[in-house]
């Protein structure tokens, strides 16, 4: 399940670069197999440096919190106004990740016990790299879609929607057409670079084989819907816009971050395209996108 074991990990996500460096307490550790296709040399230039150490965690009773409670995890800021998740008592080993408010340095302190010193090692960031990459994609109002995603020719294709909506299938059926590369089949980032909006693969998917650390720029946003009749049909930008804040992953804690966010996705709706997509299984997919 698990690849690659270090003291010191670099990640490249949707260009963001992230470094876990443990080399300070001896700290082994491991990537699941889908990260283990966005590793990259050396540590990060300019992104976001976290030092993993094994401890007791901080107490939180100064902290203001800002997503409390949960059952999974939590989200407060310390007093020197770091950002700080915690993982709940259920999802062991117990972790806190404080970042600063820039994202550019931090920790992660764990209870990791026995798992310190595991040949095998561990991933500190487990259940808490979505909202870690979430919160930090919003500081520029770029976010993660639950959505599935292709590049042809150049050009990307998503397909947005809750579980369930059929971006699984589209993706299998792209997987098996020439000419195509499968960014992702359940999440996407969509960011905003040098004036044009792009998507890109992320690690948070259950199949290796179906996400890549590519990205594309931007040509067409599908809302797969399984009871639409097959082809592609104009979707006006606000339902689409209301659709995508149905299922991304937005930090509504934050207002400041999601009132970047909504300004970015009214950018987005002026400068791409929206569809409702019927698809009927087996028929050529590159046909119906493009």
Known sequence: MHRVSSSLIGLSVANLELCLDGRASGMRMALPECHAKFLQAGAADGGLVLNVREGAL???????????????WELWQDEAGRYVFVTSQH????????????????????????GTNSAK???????????LFANWLAES??????????????RGYCFAGASGAGKSTLAAAFAEASGSTVLGEDNLILRYVDGRFWIFGTPWHLNPARCNPLGAPLDKLFFPDRAACHGAR??????????????????????AAVA??????ALLAERVPFFTLGYRLGSDVMELVQ
């Open 58 to 72: 901080r107490p939180s009773g100064a902290w203001r919190p800002l997503y409390h409670p949960s059952e999974t």
């Open 91 to 114: 999802w062991p080993p117990r972790r806190q990740v404080s970042v600063d408010a820039g994202f550019r340095w931090g920790e992660v302190l764990g209870e990791f016990g026995a």
């Open 121 to 131: 090692g561990l991933y500190p960031l487990r259940d808490l790299d979505v909202q």
């Open 141 to 154: 109002g770029d976010l993660i879609l639950h959505a599935a995603g292709v590049s042809v020719d150049g």
């Open 234 to 255: 104009p979707c006006p930008p606000l339902d689409g816009i209301t659709r995508l804040l149905q299922t991304a992953f937005v930090p509504y804690y934050r207002p």
């Open 260 to 265: 970047r966010i909504l300004g970015r996705l």
